[in-house]
């Protein structure tokens, strides 16, 4: 009997002990799409749904002590990258894909989290810039991040785009410039992608079940990029996944609640 070919993605992220977001987010989410999951942590969280209450970041030596027996046993067919708490973690994995030990990741720039706890630090996003974006395969920021990052005032669809244009100029093949922070009929989601621009729009859900959704989003971006499709085709899929796991939210928490990333398991949806 043959076997159907099982695509190996890396996530390279912090934990979430709650379950919602990082990487146990990306891994439940890799695994919804077929991936086999590996996972990295670059840093301990002590956190739930209300906040995030501290952080212990690993050392680069211990993310890339990590990587390395992964990538020596296994072909890694995409990368995610989440937190990323500082700048000597950034390099270390910049160098890896610049040498092409690691393809090309999706690199979701988790500067703050739902609850408004600064995940990293300025000195960190300054390297992120520096290093990783431009080896990027695609860059996720939300309007917070990517007013952070293109150092643009983001209030118009245009101002979106603007801002993806000017991070797509630090090197990056593709930026999404996601919307879900802007209250409004649609939640649109703006790509660029080598100058071309596609729109992803979804109706905006009024909800508090939002923790891990950026992550869950590259995740699946990177999961469709490991079987080979295109980046538009990526993103589309990641954003109706997104959307029916927020739809299908469990309702667990006293906060941003988690998503529930096998609603399409559930016996309602066979």
């Known amino acids: 009997m043959s076997k159907s070919k099982q ?11 709650s379950g919602g977001a990082g990487i146990i987010a990306d891994v439940k989410t890799m695994m919804a799409f077929g991936c086999f999951p590996t996972a990295i942590v670059t840093a301990l969280t002590f956190q739930n749904t209300t906040g995030v209450f501290g952080v212990r970041k690993q050392t680069a030596a211990d993310v890339i002590g990590q990587i390395m027996p992964v990538v020596d046993d296994f072909r890694i067919s995409a990368v995610k ?18 040498s092409k030990k690691l393809p090309a990741p999706v690199v ?8 408004g706890h600064r995940l990293i630090s300025r000195a960190a996003l300054v390297v992120l810039m520096r290093d990783l974006i431009p080896v990027a395969r695609i860059v996720t920021p939300n309007i917070p991040e990517a007013e952070l990052l293109s150092g643009l005032t983001i209030k118009s669809e245009d101002d ?42 979804s109706p905006w859900i009024k909800t508090r079940s939002t923790h891990g959704t950026g992550c869950t989003l590259s995740a ?33 928490g006293k906060g941003n609640g988690p998503v529930d990333h096998a609603w399409q398991f559930r016996p309602s949806h066979k």
């Not at 695509?7 to 002990?17: C, K, N």
């Not at 979701?108 to 609850?115: E, L």
């Not at 630090?170 to 992608?193: F, N, S, T």
């Not at 589309?236 to 939210?249: D, F, L, P, Q, R």
């Open 7 to 17: 695509y190996v993605v890396m996530t390279i992220a912090g934990l979430d002990p």
């Open 81 to 98: 990258t989440g937190m990323l708490p500082n700048g000597a973690i950034i390099s270390a994995i910049a160098e890896l894909v610049r």
């Open 108 to 115: 979701d720039p988790v500067v703050v989290s739902t609850s």
């Open 220 to 252: 699946a971006i990177a999961a469709g990029l490991a079987h080979g499709k295109s980046m538009k085709v990526s993103v589309g899929e990641a954003k109706e996944y997104v959307h029916s796991a927020i739809t299908n939210a469990p309702g667990l």
């Open 160 to 201: 979106r785009w603007a801002a993806a244009e000017k991070i797509g100029a630090m090197g990056a093949r593709a930026v999404l410039v996601k919307g879900g922070h802007h209250h409004g009929r649609d939640a649109l989601d703006i790509l660029w992608e080598q100058g071309k621009r596609t729109d992803f729009r």
